[in-house]
T-cell receptor, first 113, second 115 residues
Framework: AQSVTQLGSHVSVSEGALVLLRCNYS??????LFWYVQYPNQGLQLLLK??????LVKGINGFEAEFKKSETSFHLTKPSAHMSDAAEYFC???????????FGGGTRLMVKP | EPEVTQTPSHQVTQMGQEVILRCVPI?????FYWYRQILGQKVEFLVS????????KSEIFDDQFSVERPDGSNFTLKIRSTKLEDSAMYFC?????????????FGPGTRLLVL
């Protein structure tokens, strides 16, 4: 069975500061990993995904994530936070045996001026 | 850019009533999904659908739930007799059949409130 843990249900950063959102997964087979963002009253939008090509994945809006197999992690980063980054971020895993996404609990990112 | 659409955006119903949530997946996609998110909780998988049949379902997806693709464009989730605990945001998603690495594209959701 696969699972995802997102450390920190709420993260607050100042505008211009580094954003780091943590995601650890467990999967019995090599996973596919996804980060989705949910803005208020909207659906889930894909930020980026890891599908066993490059371990450093670049996504939209300046976000990137690094797959580290030894740490079973897929943390999301952005060098400089913008007010418009305030949203809820979900890490999800899809292993190659299953057909569904398993989501973490989400991290709400707040950006202070 | 193509997107998944869902109707209605909000639905309020009485306990015990039947509800049908509708989704229009992206036109060349062949895998369809329903997920739900109870307020303050994780997004949870309900069911996946491919080639006109359920390919996988979770424990949540009991006999009260059913899915259907009644025509070439719509994908529906029916809850036969709603319970209070069915109150949640329901998301439809779709993807191509080119493999599990393919992105699931999500709709904006239907917020269901059962009174």
């Amino acid at each position: 069975a696969q699972s995802v843990t997102q450390l920190g249900s709420h993260v607050s950063v100042s505008e211009g500061a580094l954003v780091l959102l943590r995601c650890n997964y467990s999967s019995s087979v090599p996973p596919y990993l996804f980060w989705y963002v949910q803005y208020p009253n909207q659906g889930l939008q894909l930020l980026l995904k890891y599908t066993s090509a490059a371990t450093l994945v670049k996504g939209i809006n300046g976000f990137e994530a690094e797959f580290k197999k030894s740490e079973t992690s897929f943390h999301l980063t952005k060098p400089s936070a913008h007010m418009s980054d305030a949203a809820e971020y979900f890490c999800a895993v899809s292993d190659r045996a299953g057909n569904m996404l398993t989501f973490g609990g989400g991290t709400r990112l707040m950006v202070k001026p | 850019e193509p997107e998944v659409t869902q109707t209605p955006s909000h639905q309020v119903t009485q306990m015990g009533q039947e509800v049908i949530l509708r989704c229009v997946p992206i036109s060349n996609h062949l895998y369809f999904y329903w997920y739900r998110q109870i307020l303050g909780q994780k997004v949870e998988f309900l069911v996946s659908f491919y080639n006109n049949e359920i390919s996988e379902k979770s424990e949540i997806f009991d006999d009260q739930f059913s899915v259907e693709r009644p025509d070439g464009s719509n994908f529906t989730l029916k809850i036969r007799s709603t319970k209070l605990e069915d109150s949640a945001m329901y998301f439809c998603a779709s993807r191509t059949d080119r493999g599990l690495q393919e992105t699931q594209y999500f709709g904006p959701g239907t917020r269901l409130l059962v009174l």
